[in-house]
């Protein structure tokens, strides 16, 4: 069974290559925010997606198709776009464009075009990473409630309905 025979189509070798790639890249980042199996899986297509993108387009707009590859591994965490998928997951979601810019920062003020990749791969992904993990916390469930939280909340010290706290 082949993807042609599923939908009509199979992309190129490249393509899938460079999915894999952007997916590597990405897979460990929603574990590291503990998001869900949806909210991680929006996380690592919109990266994928991204990369893509920039990977496909970035040559028809500039004669510099070799660096295609680097920009492109470079810029989807600088867009911030990933990031979204934490919105009702995790406190301060737009904390993402924010550590876009500071990535954004550290790429063009610390590496070269010249500089490897990994250390251009690096200054975009540690920023972002740093700010999305230590800056944003996730959600808990709210515990405390109006009248009758003890009632319905606390298991082990069960109280008669209509008792509160002020009567002890």
Same mark, same amino acid.
């Not at 992309?11 to 490249?14: C, G, L, N």
């Given at each position: 069974m082949t993807l042609r025979s599923l939908i009509g189509y199979s =992309?190129? *070798? *490249?393509f899938l290559e460079m999915a894999s790639v952007f997916g590597v890249m990405c897979w460990f980042h929603p574990l590291c925010l503990r998001l869900g199996v949806i909210r991680s899986t929006l996380w690592i297509v919109s990266y994928v997606a991204v990369g893509l993108v920039i990977y496909m387009v970035y040559p028809l707009i500039s004669n510099r198709f070799s660096e295609a590859l680097f920009d492109a591994v470079l810029l989807p965490p600088m867009l911030g776009l990933p990031g979204l998928a934490v919105i009702g997951v995790r406190t301060r =979601?737009? &904390?993402? =464009?924010? +550590? +876009?810019?500071?990535?954004? &920062? +550290?790429v063009f003020a610390f590496w070269r075009s010249e500089g490897s990749l990994i250390t251009g791969a690096l200054l975009a992904n540690v920023p972002y990473a740093a700010l999305m993990i230590y800056g944003t916390k996730p959600r808990r469930p709210s515990l405390a409630g109006g009248p009758g939280h003890r009632e319905m909340n606390d298991r082990s010290n069960p109280r008669p309905p209509g008792s509160s706290d002020l009567q002890e």
């Open positions: =992309p190129t *070798a *490249a =979601p737009w &904390i993402s =464009p924010c +550590a +876009a810019i500071v990535s954004s &920062i +550290a």
